[in-house]
């Protein structure tokens, strides 16, 4: 059996002033997912095979970077959020038959890529942190 993490005295958690620097943090990730995937979209057709290297890159940057930069695995979905909705918005297209996305392979590898590589991105292991205290005993 496992003994319960304990967290070192004195530490009640984040500031109301930390917790609310987060919250805007994930805030701003979101549109921030949505310019990258309109990008992504725009780039990936345009210079075949390279364009899609090139938005598949510009997408994991920022799933990585986000999930880097805030330590959670939120603020990887933050930015992936804002980044499928609207890919899937451009897939869509419009009654008249245009679309930004169009069916092909290209488009396809982009969609599903970015998809794995926010997967991926949010399972990584994080680092340890300086000072983390936080063990599990096993007895």
């Known amino acids: 059996m496992s003994a319960p993490a304990v967290r070192p005295a004195g530490s009640a958690g984040p500031s109301p002033a930390g917790r609310a620097a987060r919250i805007a ?8 997912g949505a310019a990258v995937g309109v990008a992504g979209a725009l780039v990936q057709s ?15 940057g920022l799933f990585l970077g986000a999930g880097r930069g805030l330590g959670t695995q939120l603020g990887v ?3 992936a959020a804002g980044w499928l909705v609207t890919v899937v918005l ?3 297209g419009r009654p008249e038959g245009d679309g930004v996305l169009a069916a092909g392979i290209g488009s396809l590898l982009f969609i599903v890529g970015g998809m794995v590589l ?3 991105c949010a399972t990584m292991a994080r680092p340890a942190q300086p000072g983390d205290t936080f063990t599990r005993l096993d007895g």
């Open 25 to 32: 943090a994930y805030t701003a990730l979101v549109p921030l």
């Open 46 to 60: 345009a210079w075949f095979p390279g364009g899609l290297l090139l938005a598949l890159a510009g997408t994991a």
């Open 77 to 79: 979905v933050a930015p």
């Open 90 to 92: 451009l897939s869509i």
């Open 118 to 120: 926010a997967v991926m």
